[in-house]
């Protein structure tokens, strides 16, 4: 909640004028070197310096047109006054790094605030849209605080095989499911690999990328409604140019992201998650952005928005339809008027109007793909949040993704030490499971993945499959991808690699989940629980340099936005010295 007007600065308060505006030796070294590189004196001198964050690479499939997009950003940057200039980071590509990409978010964020730190620019405009790259920016722009917009990659086209809409990541997992079970073939497999992500752009369902991007959005740090356009719509190169010449007044009214991610925004990315029913993964990131706010987030505020704000986007994996879909029936700010009065509508955006101002007008063309309020998309809580003694703080499960006959079961575990016993085992023909079974992962969470892995959808056992059976509980402190499915219970906090009770269940144990009363239980006397605890001894460590170790001594757990414990908000880091 806030006006939009703020004091212009002056040219020679702008942050760069450090570095270019001084009468002497190092001033002067700043200035030849910008000059070197074909830059005029007065393109730099008392302008606002622009730097274009860009996650592009060549194996960052779903920013393969950030290249081109970034030149859209510099023609609104010039055409303002400003000077772009482009600074590459590390680029994510959710699907092709490993062992995960939410190892390396805190990466992300880190490299962009010492970007935006150590070089003379006065804004940014950053450019990401995979899934931790959304995170990633925004927690580095947060803790840097310098006017910054958010442009995100867009999603990619929609697809269709054989006469079905295919989305990106869900249909992967059903038709694996599908081959596993014999019922496509190995010629239809490789045909698939073709023809399922047929444009540039991320994931087409709402996935982790599409539920970021959006809430980002509907934070107000991107131009409205920028996260549903479809990344190959000429629109989106248009709202590239409009991000770049918004910029350069955002510097000059000194709005930053602190001004606009404030509590109440934070609600609004909450309303807006539920009402998407977005990604699983968005609890944990939304809360490691609110805190680089230095503003409080708790698993509980997800679960009351949860109890009361139904999904309302019919787009996979919740509903039955895509991204571009979304975007026709009209796109993030037409389901925004459906909450509207759930939302705070005097949140500044970056465009310097209101949140209200912005969706103004916005019209739902398409009833079914964005619905209204008493003719939800599921009935089941968009992310409920659990508790118990094998989840002592907390852990999630998307009940609009699961199978509604499984929010109140009771099965034995078959538990897997880890993701290689997992993998080695699951298809075992001898395997003691049936469709009745809870299957556990353990050490897959922040410290034991390391990263916390998208492993929580446990594939199911292949002579279930042969069955028909299509889901089954799981259990396990790991992420899911967020176009995946299933009645997948993740995030159990405090992990197992750490201690926590999920590392003492056993096969065979019982386990009681209860969506409805928010229960996760592991039924096992506790004596011979204080038994296993007195047994359990904890892992040392398994990194002795690198990133890996510093992950493995820093990271915070899945209930405290797995951040970095030195990047979290704290005192002002001051400005460099320039000399
Ligand atoms: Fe990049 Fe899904 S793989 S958004």
Avoid at 398 to 420: M, N
């Amino acid at each position: 909640m806030s006006d939009a007007k703020s004091p212009r600065r002056t040219r020679e308060q702008l942050r760069s004028a450090r570095w270019y505006l001084a009468n002497d030796m190092r001033a002067f070294a700043h200035r030849q070197r910008t000059q070197q590189m074909g830059f005029r004196r007065k393109d730099f001198m008392g302008r606002p310096v622009i730097a274009i964050v860009n996650t592009w690479s060549e194996l960052s499939p779903c920013h393969i047109h950030l290249r081109d997009r970034a030149e859209a950003v510099k023609r609104g940057v010039w055409s303002a006054g400003g000077m772009p200039v482009e600074l590459p980071a590390l680029s994510l590509g959710e699907v092709i790094v490993k062992p995960t990409t939410m190892m390396y978010r805190n990466m992300l964020a880190m490299e962009t605030e010492e970007l935006l730190r150590s070089h003379p620019v006065d804004g940014a405009v950053l450019l990401g849209g995979c899934d931790k790259t959304t995170p990633g920016l925004v927690m580095g722009a947060l803790s840097m605080d310098l006017p910054a917009i958010y442009v995100p990659a867009g999603p990619m086209s929609n697809a269709r095989w054989r006469g079905q809409k295919v989305g990106a990541g869900t249909h992967t997992r059903k038709f694996w499911d599908e081959l596993r079970a014999g019922k496509i073939t190995a010629d239809d497999w490789v045909e698939l690999e073709s023809r399922m992500t047929r444009t540039i752009g991320t994931c087409n369902t709402m996935g982790t990328a599409s539920t970021m991007t959006a809430l980002v959005d509907a934070m107000g740090l991107t131009m409205p409604g920028a996260s549903s356009i479809p990344a190959s719509d000429s629109g989106h190169a248009r709202m590239c140019q409009d991000a770049g010449e918004r910029i350069v007044g955002l510097v000059f009214e000194d709005v930053r992201p602190k001004r606009i991610v404030t509590q109440a925004a934070v609600s609004n990315a909450l309303v807006t998650l539920m009402a998407l029913g977005g990604s699983t993964n968005a609890v944990v990131h939304l809360v490691a952005i609110a805190r680089r706010a230095g503003l409080g987030l708790d698993l509980e505020a997800f679960d009351r928005e949860g109890r009361r704000t139904p999904v309302l986007a019919n787009v996979f994996p919740a509903g039955d339809n895509l991204m571009e879909d979304f975007y026709f029936a009209g796109g993030l700010p037409a389901l925004l008027t459906r909450i509207a009065d759930r939302l705070d509508l005097s949140c500044l955006t970056v465009n310097g109007r209101t949140l209200g101002d912005n969706i103004a007008g916005a019209k739902v063309w398409e009833e079914d793909v964005i619905r209204p309020l008493d003719r939800p998309v599921a009935t089941g809580a968009p992310i409920a949040v659990l508790r118990g003694n094998l989840a002592p703080d907390g852990a999630i499960i998307k009940a609009s993704a699961a199978d509604p006959k499984l929010a109140r079961h009771r099965g034995r575990a078959v538990v897997f030490r880890d993701h290689a016993d997992m993998s080695a085992r699951i298809d075992e023909p001898d395997l003691a499971v049936d469709a009745s079974s809870v299957l556990v992962l353990q050490n897959a969470g922040p410290v034991g993945g390391p990263g916390m892995p998208e492993w929580g959808a446990l594939p199911i056992p292949k002579k279930l499959l042969a069955q028909g059976i299509r889901d089954m509980v799981r259990v396990s402190d790991a992420r899911m991808s967020g176009t995946h499915y299933g009645t997948c219970v993740l995030h159990v906090a405090p992990e197992s690699h750490i201690g926590g009770p999920l590392a003492l269940v056993r096969d065979g144990d019982w386990i009681e989940l209860d969506v409805a009363a928010r229960r996760l239980n592991l039924d096992v006397d506790p004596a011979e629980l204080a038994r296993r605890r007195a047994e359990w001894r904890a892992p040392g460590p398994r990194y002795s340099r690198g990133y890996a170790s510093l992950v493995e001594r820093h990271i915070g757990q899945a209930n405290d936005g797995a951040d970095f414990d030195f990047l979290k908000a704290g005192a002002p880091i001051p400005e460099p010295e320039i000399y």
